[in-house]
């Protein structure tokens, strides 16, 4: 061998190694491509932080009476306060807080019966199907304002029964979404094969199905966290949510509907804290289904 070919060889670059991403890094990557999403994560992160915590270490409770009566936004109460002289900051903090709980509450009853109705639909499907998807039929049809308002009318206007009460009437999206995807997945290679192992229906499901449908899950419970903070705002904002000493920012936004002209800041913050959660939401929503289906940037771009 030359001389040449031995300083060849000695110098050849080493063989590139490819590290293969997990399904996980791939949805992060994607998600951290989409400006808006992380934006909006961000913004509502920082929103949820505020509800939380700040309304903990703000001085004034939101059942608070102060001596400033109708005061407009200054340093020491930076949303002004109401006639009686509650400070409008802390209202809207524990407004937000309350606002968001009902909303993720809703969000969790709906996508988990939503989640096991439409994953026992599709896997079994014939009559089991078709009379289980009748039902979500008939629910869907159902207008959800009227239904919820008749149904939390005469209550005493617990957060928490208001948010099952809206729960029960949202389940029905996310199940006919799941039942597709499931549809779709009960005929995979991993599926025949594991049946053809002897394992149960029940293993399959929950194994499986779900597990693998859980990118089109996340999206729609993501986006019915935001349906769900609107459909309380109106309920509250008719007089049939949140009932006082408590409050909601529908609630918030009720109360002041008569003093727009007069005392603006009683209408506008928490009605600007309430388009800001749903736009962050449906941002993020958004993010997440391009994350977990690329395909679909491509269908709307």
Do not use: C
């Not at 399904?23 to 992160?45: D, G, I």
């Not at 029964?161 to 199940?175: G, M």
């Not at 199905?209 to 019915?224: C, E, K, Q, R, S």
């Not at 959660?277 to 940037?297: C, E, K, S, V, W």
């Amino acid at each position: 061998m030359s001389d040449e070919t031995k300083t060849a060889t000695r110098h050849k670059p080493p063989a590139a190694t490819v590290r293969q991403r997990s399904q996980r890094e791939l949805v992060l990557r994607r998600f951290l491509r989409h400006k808006a999403a992380v934006v909006s994560l961000v913004l509502f992160a920082a929103v949820v932080l505020l509800a939380f915590a700040g309304g903990a270490l703000w001085r004034y409770d939101y059942a608070d009476i102060t001596s400033a009566v109708s005061v407009p936004p200054s340093l020491e109460h930076p949303f002004g306060t109401d006639n009686l002289g509650h400070d409008t900051f802390a209202q809207v903090l524990r407004g937000t807080q309350r606002s968001i709980e009902i909303a993720l509450l809703i969000a969790l009853l709906a996508g988990l019966v939503g989640t096991l109705w439409g994953a026992f639909s599709g896997y079994y499907r014939g009559i089991t199907d078709s009379v289980m998807m009748r039902i979500a039929d008939l629910v869907l049809t159902l207008p959800l304002l009227a239904v919820a308002a008749v149904l939390t009318r005469g209550t005493s206007g617990s957060w928490w029964f208001v948010a099952l009460v809206i729960a029960s009437l949202q389940w029905a999206y996310v199940s006919r979404v799941v039942r597709g995807v499931v549809l779709s997945l009960r005929e995979k290679e991993y599926v025949e094969a594991s049946r053809a192992l002897g394992a149960t229906d029940r293993w399959i499901i929950f194994r499986h199905l779900i597990p693998n449908a859980l990118g089109p899950i996340i999206v729609n419970v993501t986006i019915l966290v935001a349906a769900a903070i609107l459909v309380e705002t109106a309920l509250s904002f008719l007089g049939l949510g949140v009932q006082p000493p408590d409050t909601s920012l529908g609630l918030l936004v009720s109360e002041a509907d008569t003093a727009v002209s007069t005392r603006p800041w009683l209408f506008y913050f928490p009605g600007a804290f309430i388009v800001v959660i749903a736009l962050t939401i449906n941002f993020i929503g958004d993010g997440l289904r391009d994350a977990f289906d690329p395909t679909q940037r491509k269908v709307r771009t």
